[in-house]
């Protein structure tokens, strides 16, 4: 138990926050595991039907820092990958999912320079 004022407020703040990113956390290993475990039962439908909402779902956990920007590409790569295959391999989908496509980030762009005023 923290002692110092502002110790005892970094714990109250942290609390807080792993309350607020437990939902994200939770929303998206509960579409991984669904997702599985319908490819295999082999309703690949179904679980291309999800495939959407499972990236969304991860490119809001990256966007608000639950997870790492990589981790996040990695994940939807995994998924990808799993439906592609069952998909070849007899999946009554006539669809095959693309990887999705990397988008510049702000960090990533270079940064506009502005020409200075000079005072006369």
Known sequence: MPIIKS????????IKRNE?????KSQMLTLFKNIGKWIKEGSVAKA??????????IDTAAKKNIIHKSNADRKKSMITRLINTAVQKGGSVSEVVSAPKKTNSPKSMPKKTTAKKIAS
């Open 7 to 14: 110790a005892k407020k970094r714990m109250a703040q942290t």
């Open 20 to 24: 607020r990113n437990k939902h994200y």
């Open 48 to 57: 291309l039907s999800f495939f959407s909402e499972a990236q969304k779902t």
